[in-house]
């Protein structure tokens, strides 16, 4: 059934929690729905925007002059399945983690280092959301979706995804063109477990390592670093981590010998940006009720009652920031809803 509400606040339906309220909020359960409303006057006149769990969304202004198109979409079937393998085609409206739990109950791998990130699985295709070693492009088999212009289905195999670090074909090239209605992900009988990465081997018990191990793990270290957006609004990481020239970090070492760096391929580093803004001296500081989370200066928070305008300041000055000290642009991953 569609929903449909208007002049609505969505407050609780975005993870950084700031009053913020939507001209029209609708929700869809099936994709003949989501291609009936592309049909309606209300579509077709307004301005709208796609939205899952809205854990990558930085609205701002305090009002959205639109509609929040918000896909219910559920249901998890099996594809294909051999002796080793699992093709799992998932709805765009199910809680990414509620499938994560669902793929470690089964004993299928693949998910399990992406347990607990916020959001939805519509999302997950087009974020090609990542952590601990893991993109979920690793796993994506195909990605469903409605073209907008036509409501004509369409579906993209891996490839044609066009998948990179945070971003994705949807992103880009056809940003504002489709909308994913459900992605089926290849999932592993017998894992092969990711564990090299961070502090994540460590965090786990010694002896053989289940798939329940390697969850519960991630969790708990999320749990420690990152804030829960029930108790303090965020969108994650605010800015991506720069990618530079080889060249240009030879050069910016010789003043900052201390600064980490990852090696992308032979001409370029990525350098993290938490550090950059931690050394640029923002740990903790605030604008008005926006401010860079204590714990990790990636995250910037809804401390205390923030408004858009005090978030979208704080990044835009340490954004400047970054840029005078190093010479290094950073730009947001978050998504700006205007
Ligand atoms: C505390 C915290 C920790 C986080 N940690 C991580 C992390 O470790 N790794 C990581 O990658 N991300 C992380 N994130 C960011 C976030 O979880 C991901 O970007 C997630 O995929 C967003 O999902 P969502 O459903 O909330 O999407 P939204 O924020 O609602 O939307 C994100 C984008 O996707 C588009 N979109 C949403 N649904 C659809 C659809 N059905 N069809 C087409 N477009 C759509 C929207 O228009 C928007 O452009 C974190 C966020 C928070 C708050």
């Given at each position: 059934?569609?929903?449909?509400k208007?002049?609505y606040?969505?407050?609780?339906?975005?993870?950084?929690r700031?009053p913020?309220?939507a001209?029209?909020?609708?929700?869809?359960?099936t994709?003949d729905?989501?291609r009936?409303?592309?049909?309606?006057?209300?579509?077709k006149?307004?301005?709208?925007?796609?939205?899952?769990g809205?854990?990558n969304?930085?609205?701002?202004r305090?009002?959205?002059?639109?509609?929040l198109?918000?896909?219910?979409?559920?249901?998890?079937?099996?594809?294909?399945?051999t002796?080793?393998?699992?093709?799992?085609?998932?709805?765009?409206?199910?809680?990414w983690?509620?499938?994560?739990?669902?793929?470690?109950?089964q004993?299928?791998g693949?998910a399990e280092?992406?347990?607990?990130?916020?959001?939805e699985?519509?999302?997950?295709?087009?974020?090609?959301?990542?952590a601990?070693?893991?993109?979920v492009?690793?796993i994506?088999?195909?990605?469903e979706?409605v073209?907008i212009a036509?409501?004509?289905?369409?579906?993209?195999?891996?490839?044609?995804?066009e998948?990179?670090?945070?971003?994705?074909?949807?992103?880009?090239e056809?940003?504002?063109k489709y909308i994913?209605?459900?992605?089926?992900?290849?999932?592993?009988?017998?894992?092969?477990?990711?564990?090299?990465?961070?502090?994540l081997?460590?965090s786990?018990p010694?002896?053989d390592?289940t798939l329940?191990d390697v969850?519960?793990?991630?969790?708990?270290?999320?749990?420690?670093?990152?804030?829960?957006?029930?108790?303090?609004?965020?969108?994650?990481?605010f800015?991506?981590?720069p990618?530079i020239?080889?060249?240009q970090?030879?050069?910016?070492?010789?003043?900052?010998p201390d600064?980490p760096?990852?090696?992308?391929?032979?001409?370029?580093?990525?350098?993290?940006a938490g550090w950059?803004?931690?050394?640029c001296?923002?740990?903790?500081?605030?604008?008005?009720?926006?401010?860079v989370?204590?714990?990790?200066?990636?995250v910037l928070v809804n401390?205390?009652?923030?408004l858009p305008?005090d978030v979208?300041?704080l990044?835009e000055?340490?954004?400047?920031?970054?840029?005078e000290?190093?010479?290094?642009?950073i730009?947001?991953e978050?998504?700006?809803?205007?």
């Open positions: 059934m569609i929903k449909v208007e002049n606040s969505i407050k609780e339906l975005h993870t950084f700031m913020v309220y001209r029209w909020f609708v929700e869809y359960e994709v729905e989501l009936s409303l592309l049909q309606s006057d209300l579509l006149q307004n301005k709208f925007l796609p939205i899952g809205g854990s969304l930085l609205f701002v305090e009002r959205y002059e639109g509609v198109l918000h896909s219910a979409i559920k249901g998890i079937s099996i594809l294909q399945e002796e080793s393998e699992v093709v799992v085609k998932v709805g765009a409206g199910i809680v983690d509620d499938f994560v739990a669902y793929c470690v109950s004993g299928w693949g280092n992406l347990s607990y990130i916020p959001g699985v519509g999302a997950s295709a087009v974020q090609n959301i990542g601990y070693g893991v993109e492009k690793d994506i088999h195909e990605v979706t073209e036509t409501g004509a289905t369409r579906v993209f195999q891996n490839p044609e995804c998948y990179g670090y945070r971003s994705s074909i949807f992103k880009h056809l940003k504002g994913v209605t459900a992605v089926s992900y290849r999932l592993q009988k017998t894992p092969t477990l990711h564990l090299d990465y961070g502090n081997r460590n786990l010694e002896g390592i329940a969850r519960e793990a991630v969790i708990g270290i999320r749990r420690s670093k990152l804030p829960e957006p029930d108790e303090c609004g965020s969108a994650g990481s800015f991506m981590n990618v020239p080889v060249e970090y030879e050069r910016l070492k010789t003043t900052y600064m760096h990852y090696v992308v391929d032979e001409t370029h580093v990525k350098v993290p950059l803004i931690d050394r001296g923002w740990k903790g500081k605030s604008v008005g009720g926006a401010a989370y204590e714990k990790q200066c990636l401390k205390h009652n923030a305008s979208v300041t990044a000055m340490i954004r400047q920031s970054v840029q000290t190093y010479g290094i642009t730009n947001p978050v998504n700006y809803i205007e």
